[in-house]
């Protein structure tokens, strides 16, 4: 089954602050949730421990970024792109 990935407008504001390589690495990362956006093998993804009922996924993007992501049926919809530093305060929001 392929998923329709899609980007929020705030994700897709920060892709393109990027450089070209860094976009073209975003980009082919994201893309690979089209065939498996659940956590498995490779320790790349990962469901988020948020309240009860809500499932948050977080896509490692190389050493630098991370995608916040969620599922809802056929589609994945990333919610926000951040550097590795910026996920990290976040996650203690969570």
Not at 56 to 79: D, K, M, N, P, Q
Request: avoid cysteine.
């Amino acid at each position: 089954m392929k998923y329709e990935v899609g980007l929020d407008v705030d994700a897709a504001a920060f892709i393109n602050t990027q450089n070209d390589k860094t976009r073209r690495i975003i980009h082919a990362h994201l893309k690979s949730l089209e065939d498996d956006p659940f956590p498995g093998k490779g320790g790349d993804k990962e469901l988020l421990n948020t309240r009860p009922g809500v499932k948050i996924y977080r896509l490692h993007i190389g050493r630098s970024f991370t995608a916040i992501y969620v599922i809802e049926e056929s589609s994945v919809l990333v919610t926000e792109v951040m550097t590795i530093g910026q996920a990290h305060k976040k996650y203690n929001l969570y």
